[in-house]
């Protein structure tokens, strides 16, 4: 994949992250399609703002380079089975989300009994997933993007089993204003959850590995402060 090249990029998930996303993606040059559960008109307003594609979700996931999953944790299971039926296994599926039990998603039993976010998303898909853009808030992720070597250029952590797959998604991180860090396999994405000194926070690179190392299994599975 050329760094420097347009991209197809399919956003399923038009909410804070996913509209976000759109709008940077579409703004830096690639050809950004969006699309949510109730359809293409909905996203009418989205796309006239953005200059992304409204499109079904099976469209999103074919024809792209990358496909970007962010929907709230409880609605994966609600993504069509064929989602990625047909689409070829070299296309990168980063997924955005969170686990809230309390506030947004209700008890996910896997996820309460130690698994992984981003394996359960993983597991309900059937396609692998980079763990990617959950950690910083849609503002920051909008406006606080900067030139590569910039002193205290945000950095993001990226965790998955596909060395290929986390290399892309660190080019795109790096396109949009932001250092890529390595964070491992994608059992390591605990590190970059909820309730860890990753989340929600604007770390540069070398803080931000600090903070991963630093991160306790012993945490809590969600969001629960």
């Given at each position: 994949?050329d ?29 950004v ?17 953005t ?76 396609r ?10 849609a ?18 952590p ?9 290399d ?58």
């Open positions: 994949m760094s420097g090249a347009e991209m197809k990029i399919g956003i399923i998930g038009a909410g804070q992250i996913g509209g976000t996303l759109a709008h940077r993606l579409s703004a830096i040059g690639h050809d399609s969006v699309a949510n559960s109730r359809g293409p008109a909905t996203l009418a307003d989205l796309a006239a703002a200059g992304a594609t409204a499109v079904t979700v099976h469209e999103a996931a074919r024809g792209a380079e990358i496909v970007v999953v962010t929907i709230p944790e409880a609605r994966v299971p609600e993504l069509p089975d064929d989602l990625f039926a047909g689409v070829p296994d070299e296309v990168v599926v980063i997924d955005t989300g969170n686990y809230y039990p309390r506030e947004r998603d209700g008890r996910i039993d896997e996820i309460e009994s130690g698994m992984t976010e981003s394996r359960w998303v993983e597991r309900q898909l059937g692998p997933v980079v763990k990617a853009f959950n950690n910083i808030a503002e920051s992720l909008m406006e606080r993007g900067s030139p590569a070597g910039r002193p205290g250029r945000i950095a993001l990226i965790a998955g089993d596909r060395p290929a797959d986390v892309a998604v660190i080019r795109l991180v790096d396109q949009l204003g932001f250092d890529g860090v390595n964070a491992g396999g994608l059992d390591e994405s605990w590190r970059q959850q909820p309730g860890t000194p990753v989340y929600g926070t604007d770390l540069n690179a070398e803080a931000l590995r600090r903070a991963l190392a630093e991160a306790s299994p012993d945490r809590p599975a969600g969001f629960r402060a």
